[in-house]
């Protein structure tokens, strides 16, 4: 029999049974109402995605949320994430140094479709120029997630966002000299499809603001 | 007569007590009272022989603080070791009445009309007697300390001109590049970011003070693939930089990538005193970034 210790005397004398089977049923009512309103109202199916640490971690191990839409239940694997922006940074740094040396060799091995096409036709046009472009810059932030492609909704959903600034420059081709230059912004989104072990730039949205 | 006798007894007793007890001072100043007493702690006051002069008794080769008069003990009763105490007090103004003194406590006979100076110029006066000899108090003339000699320069200006050039904070250069990421084939531009010039310093020992000035000379740059080139800081984008580098191979096998150091050099000179500058060499240091260059390979890709 369960007991506790009065205090005079420290003397054991019994719990009130009857109290006890009351305040227990008090909660189960309780619990019993919890659970209806939660299922009355529609939060019930919510409590899968409740983040309760040790007990019920959520997003699970290897998941992250989708940045580009919140939902607690669109999930993205974080090693496909990080492979997807680790190629991102790769292709870009190669556009550039392609950008800079006027050559469109490496430009298929980082982008492909519409956007190697546009790649392409710069180079060209900067080549008929007699410059080439080069960039120094700083990314602020860099977001991978799923975010369809609003030119192929359906095939390419991988995407990055960068935020950032830098420097551009036009150099001419033949002396070197630096012809033009100015500081920017910018916002991109870049849509990447996986090619092979790879994944390469397929769209892109970009927004440049020039500071100077 | 007897009261020379009287007076010299004490004044022997007196040097006894200063070159034998280890005295220490308490507090020394204008009218106060300091107790000094043998076999307790404090600051010593080394005393040595005693001689005498005209006026009184001469304490002589003491030493004590800089700056100070060296003083028996500024004014107090002394302990002499044999029972008697003796009050030692410092002359104030150091005029004594030609009549001699007495009051029996030290204190001087109000008398303004006839006072001669106590003690001769660089030396202080003091009142020395016995707390229990009321009637005999002598006065004893101590040597001003002379300030220190300057102490002899144990450094060399060289030494003290390396000290100083030590002492020289390096300068915060960054080593940049451009393409961040470099490509086979295509000139890269590299160059310090930063401000390299390095502040004046100065060292001191005794009557030299060094003052260091260092110019900056050259870069050499190594580019991690066995190449160099001497140079300068070369030129920040968008500028073309003078330092430029054509990688041949990618740097695929290297974890970080190449190691880019620039070895940026200066030249000391250093002046001694405010004087003409004199060289004092080179000094140099090493500023390191990693480089990653990535190989221009066209390859077939499958197009979707």
Same mark, same amino acid.
């Given at each position: 029999?369960?007991?506790?210790?009065?205090?005079?005397?420290?003397?054991?004398?019994?719990?009130?049974?009857?109290?006890?089977?009351?305040?227990?049923?008090?909660?189960?009512?309780?619990? =019993?109402?919890?659970?209806?309103?939660?299922?009355?109202?529609?939060?019930?199916?919510?409590?899968?995605?409740?983040?309760?640490?040790?007990?019920?971690?959520?997003?699970?191990?290897?998941?992250?949320?989708?940045?580009?839409?919140?939902?607690?239940?669109?999930?993205?694997?974080?090693?496909?994430?990080?492979?997807?922006?680790?190629?991102?940074?790769?292709?870009?740094?190669?556009?550039?140094?392609?950008?800079?040396?006027?050559?469109?060799?490496?430009?298929?091995?980082?982008?492909?479709?519409?956007?190697?096409?546009?790649?392409?036709?710069?180079?060209?046009?900067?080549?008929?120029?007699?410059?080439?472009?080069?960039?120094?810059?700083?990314?602020?932030? =860099?977001?991978?997630?799923?975010?369809?492609?609003?030119?192929?909704?359906?095939?390419?959903?991988?995407?990055?966002?960068?935020?950032?600034?830098?420097?551009?420059?036009?150099?001419?081709?033949?002396?070197?000299?630096?012809?033009?230059?100015?500081?920017?912004?910018?916002?991109?989104?870049?849509?990447?499809?996986?090619?092979?072990?790879?994944?390469?730039?397929?769209?892109?949205?970009?927004?440049?603001?020039?500071?100077? | 007569?007897?009261?020379?006798?009287?007076?010299?007894?004490?004044?022997?007793?007196?040097?006894?007590?200063?070159?034998?007890?280890?005295?220490?001072?308490?507090?020394?100043?204008?009218?106060?009272?300091?107790?000094?007493?043998?076999?307790?702690?404090?600051?010593?006051?080394?005393?040595?022989?005693?001689?005498?002069?005209?006026?009184?008794?001469?304490?002589?080769?003491?030493?004590?603080?800089?700056?100070?008069?060296?003083?028996?003990?500024?004014?107090?009763?002394?302990?002499?070791?044999?029972?008697?105490?003796?009050?030692?007090?410092?002359?104030?103004?150091?005029?004594?009445?030609?009549?001699?003194?007495?009051?029996?406590?030290?204190?001087?006979?109000?008398?303004?009309?006839?006072?001669?100076?106590?003690?001769?110029?660089?030396?202080?006066?003091?009142?020395?007697?016995?707390?229990?000899?009321?009637?005999?108090?002598?006065?004893?003339?101590?040597?001003?300390?002379?300030?220190?000699?300057?102490?002899?320069?144990?450094?060399?200006?060289?030494?003290?001109?390396?000290?100083?050039?030590?002492?020289?904070?390096?300068?915060?250069?960054?080593?940049?590049?451009?393409?961040?990421?470099?490509?086979?084939?295509?000139?890269?531009?590299?160059?310090?970011?930063?401000?390299?010039?390095?502040?004046?310093?100065?060292?001191?020992?005794?009557?030299?003070?060094?003052?260091?000035?260092?110019?900056?000379?050259?870069?050499?740059?190594?580019?991690?693939?066995?190449?160099?080139?001497?140079?300068?800081?070369?030129?920040?984008?968008?500028?073309?930089?003078?330092?430029?580098?054509?990688?041949?191979?990618?740097?695929?096998?290297?974890?970080?990538?190449?190691?880019?150091?620039?070895?940026?050099?200066?030249?000391?000179?250093?002046?001694?005193?405010?004087?003409?500058?004199?060289?004092?060499?080179?000094?140099?240091?090493?500023?390191?970034?990693?480089?990653?260059?990535?190989?221009?390979?066209?390859?077939?890709?499958?197009?979707?």
């Amino acid at each position: 029999m369960e007991t506790t210790r009065s205090r005079r005397g420290n003397q054991p004398r019994p719990l009130g049974g009857r109290r006890f089977g009351l305040l227990l049923a008090l909660a189960a009512i309780l619990l =019993v109402g919890i659970i209806g309103w939660l299922s009355l109202t529609g939060r019930l199916a919510g409590l899968q995605y409740a983040n309760v640490p040790i007990v019920h971690p959520y997003p699970p191990a290897g998941y992250v949320v989708n940045p580009f839409t919140g939902d607690a239940r669109d999930l993205v694997k974080a090693a496909d994430a990080q492979q997807v922006k680790s190629d991102l940074l790769r292709d870009g740094d190669l556009q550039l140094a392609a950008f800079a040396q006027g050559s469109t060799a490496v430009l298929p091995q980082t982008a492909t479709g519409n956007y190697l096409a546009k790649l392409n036709q710069t180079v060209a046009a900067n080549n008929a120029q007699g410059v080439v472009y080069r960039e120094q810059h700083h990314l602020d932030s =860099v977001v991978v997630g799923r975010l369809p492609d609003p030119n192929a909704p359906t095939s390419i959903v991988w995407c990055v966002e960068e935020r950032g600034s830098g420097q551009s420059a036009y150099v001419s081709k033949s002396n070197g000299q630096t012809l033009s230059s100015y500081r920017f912004r910018s916002q991109a989104k870049f849509w990447l499809t996986r090619v092979g072990d790879r994944y390469l730039v397929a769209d892109a949205d970009v927004s440049v603001t020039r500071e100077s | 007569m007897r009261f020379r006798i009287v007076a010299a007894i004490l004044c022997a007793g007196a040097v006894v007590a200063f070159g034998v007890v280890p005295a220490y001072a308490e507090s020394i100043g204008n009218g106060s009272v300091t107790t000094v007493g043998p076999k307790t702690t404090g600051a010593t006051v080394s005393q040595g022989t005693a001689g005498f002069d005209g006026g009184g008794t001469q304490a002589a080769s003491e030493s004590k603080t800089n700056g100070q008069p060296s003083q028996p003990v500024g004014g107090g009763a002394v302990g002499s070791g044999d029972g008697s105490d003796l009050v030692v007090r410092q002359i104030p103004f150091n005029q004594v009445p030609i009549g001699g003194i007495d009051g029996g406590n030290g204190l001087i006979i109000n008398n303004p009309g006839a006072m001669r100076q106590a003690c001769p110029a660089g030396q202080t006066g003091f009142f020395v007697g016995s707390a229990n000899n009321n009637a005999a108090f002598q006065v004893v003339c101590v040597p001003n300390q002379a300030p220190a000699p300057p102490q002899a320069t144990t450094v060399s200006p060289l030494q003290l001109a390396e000290q100083a050039s030590a002492r020289q904070p390096w300068p915060n250069l960054l080593v940049s590049a451009n393409p961040g990421v470099g490509l086979t084939g295509l000139a890269s531009w590299f160059w310090c970011a930063g401000n390299a010039a390095m502040a004046d310093a100065s060292a001191s020992s005794g009557p030299l003070t060094v003052t260091v000035h260092a110019t900056m000379t050259d870069v050499t740059w190594r580019f991690g693939d066995g190449t160099a080139l001497s140079g300068d800081l070369g030129r920040a984008f968008p500028t073309p930089s003078d330092i430029q580098h054509v990688y041949e191979t990618d740097s695929a096998g290297l974890r970080q990538g190449y190691q880019l150091i620039a070895s940026v050099r200066w030249r000391v000179s250093f002046s001694v005193n405010g004087g003409p500058f004199s060289d004092l060499g080179l000094k140099t240091r090493d500023y390191l970034t990693s480089y990653l260059v990535r190989q221009l390979q066209p390859q077939a890709v499958s197009v979707p």
